[in-house]
């Protein structure tokens, strides 16, 4: 099953990668999906049970699932949320019970990932904080990214995001177990 999550991340991500270089009208189901009201998977998934979680912030929706499978498979229970406002909105109703934040640089919305990242280390200065962005956008990492934070490039391995939830974990060794 993972290995099926890997090649359908790794076609999502050029798929999307070549809509947005050509915008192409036989890229239109890619457009639609972006602004799409319901997630593919079903309804909201919102982990409100109490158990700490991880805070995904992606507004694709066809990737959110695939993020959300990976890390089920390694023991880590999820919020997933399209845009910044709405995780500001979960990530203060529920405290400090997120293990890390994991976000798209850029989201629908007047919050991109850079702010969301900061506005929520204000609040828990020791959040771990995964970005996740085309190549284009890495290069402003280490202006615009928080501070321990990890950045990973599309397209890359669902084993690589664990991997860097399990580096900040070692780096703040009371924040994330799975």
């Known amino acids: 099953?993972?290995?099926?999550?890997?090649?359908?991340?790794?076609?999502?991500?050029?798929?999307?990668?070549?809509?947005?270089?050509?915008?192409?009208?036989?890229?239109?189901?890619?457009?639609?999906?972006?602004?799409?009201?319901?997630?593919i998977t079903g309804q909201q998934?919102?982990?409100?049970?109490?158990?700490?979680?991880?805070?995904?912030?992606?507004?694709?929706?066809?990737l959110q699932g695939v993020l959300e499978m990976a890390l089920a498979q390694a023991g880590f229970t999820s919020d997933i949320l399209a845009s910044g406002e709405e995780a500001i909105t979960v990530f203060i109703a529920r405290g400090k019970n997120h293990k890390a934040l994991v976000t798209d640089v850029y989201l629908g919305g007047k919050l991109n990932g850079w702010d969301l990242a900061r506005r929520m280390r204000e609040k828990d200065p020791n959040l771990p904080v995964v970005y996740i962005t085309s190549g284009a956008d890495a290069a402003l990492w280490k202006s615009q990214g928080v501070p321990n934070s990890v950045l990973l490039e599309k397209p890359f391995q669902p084993e690589r995001l664990v991997a860097a939830l399990m580096t900040l974990r070692a780096a703040d060794d009371s924040s994330i177990t799975a």
């Open 45 to 62: 998934k919102a982990n409100m049970s109490g158990q700490p979680s991880i805070l995904i912030v992606e507004d694709e929706y066809l």
């Open 1 to 39: 099953m993972l290995e099926l999550a890997r090649n359908f991340l790794e076609w999502l991500f050029r798929f999307h990668a070549v809509c947005r270089e050509n915008a192409k009208p036989t890229c239109w189901i890619a457009r639609e999906l972006e602004h799409a009201p319901l997630r």
